[in-house]
């Protein structure tokens, strides 16, 4: 199969082709907090409101927080909506424990 025909193919069955100039497409870094309840793992990120995920694992969470950022961001262009800049920021403080 050539490359147009599987492009074409992927189009009639609903995917968009998405061009991008140069070699390297550019990555913007949001900022998430990971969190270990009691039986699971949560995720979320402060600068999409809404954008959460969970699972069984630290490593499961971090796929789907990942998968979670992309979808949340094309859902926003989609309605149109401004994708919000990443500016949160992590840290740590240490203090006596208690």
Not at 1 to 16: A, F
Not at 86 to 97: I, K, L, N, Q, R
Request: hydrophobic residues 40%.
């Amino acid at each position: 199969m050539k490359v147009g025909e599987l492009i074409r193919l992927l189009q009639d069955n609903g995917w968009k082709v998405v061009r991008t100039r140069g070699s390297h497409r550019a990555m913007t870094r949001y900022m998430i907090v990971i969190e270990q309840g009691d039986s699971s793992w949560g995720a979320y990120v402060p600068d999409l409101p809404g954008c959460i995920a969970a699972g069984d694992t630290k490593d499961e969470v971090m796929a789907l927080i990942k998968d979670a950022v992309t979808m949340h961001i094309d859902a926003l262009k989609q309605e149109g909506l401004p994708v919000p800049k990443p500016s949160s920021e992590g840290g740590f403080v240490d203090v006596e424990a208690a």
